[in-house]
């Protein structure tokens, strides 16, 4: 079985200021990992994906993520925070791929101008 | 071009009514699912076809029955609406069950 734990429901920043969006993971097998954004009154969206190649993982509008299986953790991350960034971010893991996502509870991030 | 499209976006209807929600994708992908989030915006799978088999049944009430007429296409109809069926529901796609999915943009279901 697996399961995501998000810290921290909603996260403020600061414009220009570093986004740490924290995700712990849980799994019997090796994990696909995911971060999804969700914009208001929209669908998901894939920012990046894990699959066990490098653990440095750099997606879409300058986020990354490090997978770090010392602390089963798969932190999103980005620079210098953006006023359209604001949005619901979601961790997701898979065992074998993306046939059983299973999803975190979400973070909402809000961006303080 | 849309990739993938749910009809309608927002449905509101009674308790005890019978209603569908219309998924289709033009991405030529093999699998698609549907997915429940809640007002917590709790998301959760409920079911997935490939190749317009079901290959993901999660625990759901069986008045929920999901029909795929063909690969691109992944309705989901429920009958005997009840309140706690108020979420948000959401189609998705991939190419196979292991790739990428792509997320439509979602059917507001409002039960009063």
């Known amino acids: 079985a697996q399961s995501v734990t998000q810290l921290g429901s909603h996260v403020s920043v600061s414009e220009g200021a570093l986004v740490l969006l924290r995700c712990n993971y849980s799994?019997?097998?090796?994990?696909?990992l995911f971060w999804y954004v969700q914009y208001p009154n929209q669908g998901l969206q894939l920012l990046l994906k894990?699959?066990?190649?490098?653990?440095l993982v750099k997606g879409i509008n300058g986020f990354e993520a490090e997978f770090k299986k010392s602390e089963t953790s798969f932190h999103l991350t980005k620079p210098s925070a953006h006023m359209s960034d604001a949005a619901e971010y979601f961790c997701a893991v898979s065992p074998f791929g993306n046939e059983k996502l299973t999803f975190g509870t979400g973070t909402r991030l809000t961006i303080i101008p | 071009d849309t990739a993938v499209s749910q009809t309608p976006k927002y449905l509101v209807t009674q308790m005890g009514n019978d209603k569908s929600i219309k998924c289709e994708q033009n991405?030529?992908?093999?699998?698609m699912y549907w997915y429940k989030q809640d007002s917590k915006k709790f998301l959760k799978i409920m079911f997935s076809?490939?190749?317009?088999?079901?290959?993901i049944n999660e625990t759901v009430p069986n008045r929920f029955s999901p029909k795929s007429p063909d690969k691109a296409h992944l309705n989901l109809h429920i009958n005997s609406l009840e309140l706690g069926d108020s979420a948000v529901y959401f189609c998705?796609?991939?190419?196979?069950?292991?790739?990428?999915?792509?997320f439509g943009p979602g059917t507001r279901l409002t039960v009063t």
């Open positions: 076809y490939n190749n317009k088999e079901l290959i």
């Open positions: 894990y699959t066990s190649a490098a653990t």
């Open positions: 991405l030529g992908h093999d699998t």
């Open positions: 799994s019997s097998v090796p994990p696909y």
């Open positions: 998705a796609s991939s190419s196979t069950p292991e790739a990428e999915q792509y």
